[in-house]
């Protein structure tokens, strides 16, 4: 089973970054896709990028685009998402997530089957 833990999150003001971290033990991590969601305070969780196992592709939400970046590292077992240009609505927690669907074109919300425990990032106006 698959544990992951995410890291990076904390206090920024609005126009700042941050670098979230996610580190992956106890399974096979290479061939899956990983995926970044946030959840803000009475809100539902929402899908924010994923990054593919293999060929690196990436899907981005549209208030992602532009701002936050996603990568991987297979050799660390970890990815990452760089955000910039944060805004206060991007307050939420965010978690890592793994898919083990095969056909990334395929994968939705629920074909994420591990998660992290999340990490909160707090933006500032």
């Known amino acids: 089973q698959v544990q992951l833990v995410e890291s990076g999150g904390g206090l920024v003001q609005a126009g700042g970054s941050l670098r979230l971290s996610c580190a992956a033990s106890?399974?096979?991590?290479?061939?899956?896709?990983m995926g970044w969601f946030r959840q803000a305070p009475e809100r539902e969780r929402e899908f924010v990028a994923m990054?593919?196992?293999?060929?690196?592709?990436?899907t981005y939400a549209d208030s992602a685009k532009g701002r936050f970046t996603i990568s991987r590292v297979n050799a660390k077992n970890a990815v990452y998402l760089q955000m910039n240009s944060l805004k206060p609505e991007d307050t939420a927690a965010y978690f890592c997530?793994?898919?083990?669907?095969?056909?990334?074109?395929?994968?939705?919300?629920?074909?994420?089957?591990?998660w992290g425990q999340g990490t909160q990032v707090t933006v500032s106006s």
């Open positions: 997530a793994m898919s083990y669907k095969s056909n990334y074109y395929a994968i939705t919300e629920v074909d994420f089957n591990a």
């Open positions: 106890g399974g096979t991590f290479n061939n899956y896709a």
């Open positions: 990054i593919s196992g293999s060929d690196r592709t990436t």
